[in-house]
């Protein structure tokens, strides 16, 4: 079977399944069993023998039942590195890419910074701070031990384990001395919206790091405690949400308080400064 032959089977089989985007699932799938990019699929000596082919009808079967793609393939692309991801982790994504990308700027001019990532989940947005900021040093802390596992392989996937410790515990609570910057993707998700989720999301990934139950909140206040005079506080927010966490900042005395709207157009990042 030719590679353009197993993508169009593929993707026939997942929009039956109803899976949203079958094409280009049906392409990172093909890719994945193949071991290419999904630029070369077209090559003429592209093709699957028999052990290829029950691979791919494997993770076919899995992502028909509507896990997410990413967890399929077990491992996901985040800005420069490549990530370990399952169940164990909300699945890093592009909404992600832009806290990390307002962290590096607020960091700019802040040599050798000490960062706090809580809720690290796989270990996205330490790592990428460290990758891209060679002088940093990140503590990343979570509540689950099963987030924190998936974190470690990571740390040992990307060889940055000289910049990023792992501590377990609510929030802020394993936090010690002070930091430069404080980063969170908190769950933000109101528990209200759970039944208009995709399967992919409301049926896979962690509802504890899902659902909000007012840890933005606490995190903005506690974050005063470790911050830096000068130092910032950075969160990724739900849509719709911007204005209400604006106010609560500027109520905890945070100042330069700003928004910035994502791709889509949604205030989607939160930044402040600790007077």
């Known amino acids: 079977m030719t590679a353009r032959d197993a993508v169009r089977e593929t993707e026939l089989a997942l929009a039956a399944a ?3 985007d079958p094409r280009v699932d049906a392409e990172h799938l ?3 069993v193949l071991g290419v990019p999904r630029s070369r699929l077209g090559e003429p000596n592209g093709a699957l023998g028999p052990s290829e082919r029950e691979r791919l009808d494997a993770l076919v079967t899995r992502r028909a039942s509507r896990e997410p793609l990413q967890y399929v393939l077990g491992e996901w692309g985040f800005r420069r590195l490549t990530l370990a991801v399952d169940r164990r982790a909300l699945i890093p994504r592009p909404e992600t890419e832009l ?3 307002r962290c590096l700027a607020l960091l700019a001019g802040v040599a050798a910074p000490r960062i706090l990532d809580v809720g690290t ?3 996205a947005i330490a790592l990428s701070l460290a990758d891209e900021i060679p002088s940093a040093r990140v503590v990343a802390v979570d509540v689950s031990a099963g987030a924190l596992a998936l974190a470690a392989e990571n740390v040992a ?3 940055l384990g000289a910049q990023v410790e792992l501590r377990r515990g609510h929030l ?3 936090a010690d001395g002070t930091f430069d910057l404080v980063a969170s993707n908190p769950p933000y998700v109101p528990p209200a919206d759970a039944t208009g989720l995709q399967p992919e999301i409301v049926e896979w990934e962690p509802h ?3 659902f909000d139950r007012g840890q933005t909140g606490e995190i903005a206040d506690a974050a005063r405690g470790v911050l830096r005079p000068g130092g910032f506080l950075v969160l990724e927010l739900a849509d719709g949400t911007a204005a209400r966490t604006v106010g609560r900042l500027g109520k905890l005395g945070y ?4 928004v910035t709207r994502d791709f889509a157009g949604i205030e989607r990042v939160v930044e402040a400064t600790l007077p």
Do not use: F, N, Y
């Open 157 to 159: 996937r990307t060889g």
């Open 255 to 258: 100042a330069d308080v700003r």
């Open 172 to 174: 802020l609570e394993p």
């Open 99 to 101: 806290l990390v990308d």
């Open 18 to 20: 109803g899976v949203p």
């Open 30 to 32: 093909v890719a994945h």
């Open 208 to 210: 504890e790091a899902l």
């Open 121 to 123: 989940g796989s270990g």
